[in-house]
């Protein structure tokens, strides 16, 4: 019986090789050129300036940076799988399936950084 539950723990240990490496969330640096520009993500306040942002791999993200008197600056971040953790589950891990993609462990961004200028709104 010992056995039988240590293989088990064991099999949940070394199953979501994507979840232990990569980890549920990817960070990204967020860097206005334009001095004191508030950067949000998803809507909520995240800093001004810059930013390094801990963004969850389940979903996609919206960055904005704005300032007063300045046009805002729009970016999307879309996760997309990292194919090699997708194969190497269906391969070798069957039981990562149900744990990497779940947790987004096998998606990333392909942003790492994003640096903007925001432009001064044109007077009428």
Known sequence: MQKLAMSIILLLTFSSCATMING?????????????????????????????????????????????????QKIELHKHAQVEWVVFDACFNWFGLLIDGPSGAWNEFDEKEIVVELAKKQQL
Do not use: N
């Not at 995240?46 to 942002?53: L, W, Y």
């Open 24 to 72: 549920e969330d990817q960070d990204i640096q967020i860097k206005s050129e334009t001095p004191h520009a508030k950067i949000f993500v998803d809507g909520k306040f995240i800093g001004e300036d810059q930013v390094m942002a801990h963004l969850s791999r389940k979903s996609d993200h919206v960055v904005e940076i704005k300032k007063t008197g300045f046009e805002d």
